[in-house]
């Protein structure tokens, strides 16, 4: 059984941004998307970044990532329908670690052709909508800056809120790429976890 802190499965994130839409034609290769991990490390070539967390953190298995995006193992059991499938989600998980005092971090991509008006935004019109939607829901907010992660530049927003008890900080990292736009959500736990800066060093 899983032991993580009580709290970090009581906030996963469902970011859909932006308003759904008709399926998309665009092409790419969805397992250059999703990513892997091998010994621990997450490496996403197509994003071009590696995340690193310490040897105590676990990451979600493909069959969890499938059961977070609703869908089920037998639609994705040959390559075909692999690409077929994940091609045509609004929002991929591509990854999820979680540490077992309750930091955790999920890298995901929007498919932004599955959005009304999405391949309009640019990472800093995404990263707005995201800050005014979360505002919304009781979070605070400083202002948006970027940031460098392998020579990459990403937007980043640092809210927090009070979840299930916990107050607890989120930092929203994006950049688009292509026709996705890319995010990595750290999720931290203040008085209980690494923060959210000392995970961003973990991202390489």
């Keep these: 059984m899983r032991r993580f802190f009580a709290v970090a ?24 998307v999703m990513g892997t991990v091998t010994d621990g490390v997450y490496t996403n070539e197509y994003a071009d970044f590696t995340f690193s967390p310490p040897s105590d953190w676990t990451f979600y298995d493909d069959s969890e990532l499938l059961e977070m995006m609703d869908i089920s193992e ?12 994940l091609s045509r989600v609004q929002t991929l998980y591509t ?13 995901g991509f929007e498919n932004l052709t599955l959005s009304t008006d999405g391949t309009s935004y640019t990472s ?43 107050d607890m900080t989120q930092a929203f990292l994006v950049r688009r790429i292509d ?16 923060t959210p800066d000392e995970i961003i060093e973990m991202l390489g």
């Design 74 to 85: 037998d639609s994705v059991d040959t390559e075909s329908k692999r690409q077929n499938v």
């Design 9 to 32: 499965v009581c906030f996963v994130m469902a970011l859909s941004v932006l308003t759904a839409c008709s399926f998309s034609s665009y092409e790419v290769d969805m397992n250059t």
């Design 179 to 194: 026709d996705y736009m890319c995010f990595i959500i750290i999720t931290t736990i203040d008085g209980y976890t690494v």
């Design 124 to 166: 800093e019109d995404y990263a707005t909508e995201l800050v005014n939607q979360c505002t919304e829901s009781g979070y605070t907010f400083g202002d948006i800056t970027t940031i460098e992660i392998n020579g990459n530049t990403y937007y980043k927003a640092v809210g927090t809120v009070e979840e299930c008890g916990y």
């Design 95 to 107: 990854a999820m670690a979680m540490g077992e005092t309750g930091a955790n971090v999920i890298v």
